[in-house]
């Protein structure tokens, strides 16, 4: 085979992420994140904030969380005009500023995220109930052999963080990834998280929420918060704590409906209400629940004993316009949050965190929201439909494939007058869907 003669030139300048441009455009152009940086904290010298925090949004968006990435860009024309910022900072520096302004730079993050979500006029699709859904779960993330601050016992058996998280709608748009130590229980300080997620999820959407939890936060503390809300509703995992199973199959037994789905296995559905009290007020809430009763394996192996299981799900929503079986189907969506935290955790590569200081880390988690939503966007316009470069139909494209079909896209970047242009391969696949895409955000 013939060898390649490499070289590099000394005029010419090339770029392989010219999805920086993209991400430039929902930075400079929703959230007001600019804006936001200079009156929130102000500077009199040294390197702006925006300076620090749109190039990480930018090396996260390439799937590159340490600090060391930025070092790469630091003379990169491209990525300095594509983000629209002054100078590229050193990795050095960028840790420095973090570290000393965490705490500042937080709430400023949090609300450009859902300023850029709703300025966007994103899409948020309810499911067919006319809800939309709210989903939130603790996720570990595994930071074993480091000392980190606030590294503890995750359950999951490994030391870490727990981190909880709230996806909106159809399309999960996060709205908050929220960092917490690995030992802390999900229902500790939960409350706190809706006093914050639920005003931003109705800035979004002016349809009911559904809120959709498991069965750690199975508290009487919640089901009432929620109860409170109008408009929201909720389906959350019951957690049977030590209860007798055979008492729940005596009940199916009088009340159940009973299916078959196999020979030696039946199960029943069946609601109860029970009555609560909090405080001088008193609530009913509605539970599903589920009664299996197995006396052969699945492939026909008799057992000495009946093997008895049970399920239960609260509700708020009314049993004449949603039967059991309907409430069980609404909450097995909630398993989709799975697939974005793993979004998290492997595209955007933030499952060890580069920081050893907890503050810098939670602001991070909140950076990683802000670059998950801008390439969840720019995935809906630019990787679906007919323009999208060859992949299998979706509703909606994994990050790593964004990043892979717009993100890491090469062209060739010319000076013409006082502008920059971007010159792409006749073979490229992805242009007309980066052309298109980069129209409507300019456009908006």
């Known amino acids: 085979m013939k060898h390649f003669i490499l070289g590099q030139s000394e005029t010419e300048i090339y770029t392989s992420h010219s999805g920086l441009a993209l991400v430039g455009l929902c930075l400079n152009r929703y959230g007001n994140l600019n804006q936001a940086l200079k009156t929130g904290i102000p500077l009199r010298h040294g390197i702006s904030h925006s300076d620090i925090i749109k190039p990480y949004i930018g090396t996260l968006c390439l799937g590159k969380s340490d600090f060391e990435a930025i070092e790469n860009y630091r003379h990169d024309l491209y ?17 420095q500023r973090l570290d000393e302004q965490a705490e500042a730079l937080l709430p400023i993050v949090y609300n450009s995220n859902i300023d ?37 016992r995750t359950y999951k058996g490994y030391d870490g963080y727990a981190p909880i998280a709230a996806y909106l709608g159809n399309e999960g748009w996060c709205l908050t990834n929220e960092l917490r130590v690995g030992k802390q229980h999900c229902q500790s300080e939960f409350q706190y998280t809706l006093e914050r997620v639920l005003p931003a999820a109705k800035r979004l959407t002016d349809k009911p929420l ?8 199975d508290a009487l503390d919640t089901r009432v918060w929620l109860s409170d809300d109008e408009q929201v509703g909720f389906i959350l995992k019951w957690n049977p704590r030590k209860q007798d199973v055979e008492s729940w199959l005596v009940q199916a037994e009088r009340h159940g409906q009973w299916t078959t789905p196999r020979e030696g296995k039946r199960i029943a559905l069946f609601s109860v209400e029970e009555q609560q ?38 509700t708020s929503l009314d049993q004449s316009g949603y039967d059991d079986a309907h409430i069980i189907a609404l909450y097995r969506d ?18 060890r965190l580069p920081s050893g200081k907890f503050a810098t880390n939670d602001l991070i988690m909140t950076l990683s929201a802000y670059s998950y939503n801008i390439l969840r966007w720019i995935g809906l316009i630019g990787s679906l439909g007919d323009i999208s470069p060859v992949r299998h139909p979706a509703r909606r494209r994994r ?4 990043m892979q079909e717009l993100m890491y896209l090469a062209a060739r970047v010319i000076r013409t007058g006082h502008r920059l ?16 895409t980069y129209a409507k955000l300019a456009a908006d």
């Open 79 to 95: 990525s300095k005009s594509s983000l629209s910022i002054q100078q590229v900072p050193s990795a050095a520096r960028m840790r």
């Open 116 to 152: 850029f979500l709703v300025d966007a006029q994103v899409p948020v699709t309810p499911m067919k109930t006319g809800h939309v859904a709210l989903d939130m779960d603790v996720y570990p993330m595994n930071n074993e052999k480091t000392r980190k601050e606030g590294i503890s």
């Open 210 to 217: 559904l809120v959709r939890l498991d069965s750690g936060h």
């Open 277 to 314: 009290t909090r405080g001088d007020k008193t609530y009913r809430f509605r539970r599903v629940m589920q009664a299996g009763e197995r006396t052969t394996t699945a492939n026909g192996q008799m057992l000495l004993m009946p093997d008895i299981e049970t399920e239960g799900w609260w």
């Open 334 to 351: 909630h398993a989709t949050a799975e697939q974005f935290h793993s979004e998290f955790r492997t595209d955007l590569d933030i499952e």
């Open 399 to 402: 990050i790593k494939t964004v």
């Open 421 to 436: 242009k971007l010159r792409f391969s006749s073979a490229c696949a992805g242009f007309k869907a980066f052309e298109v």
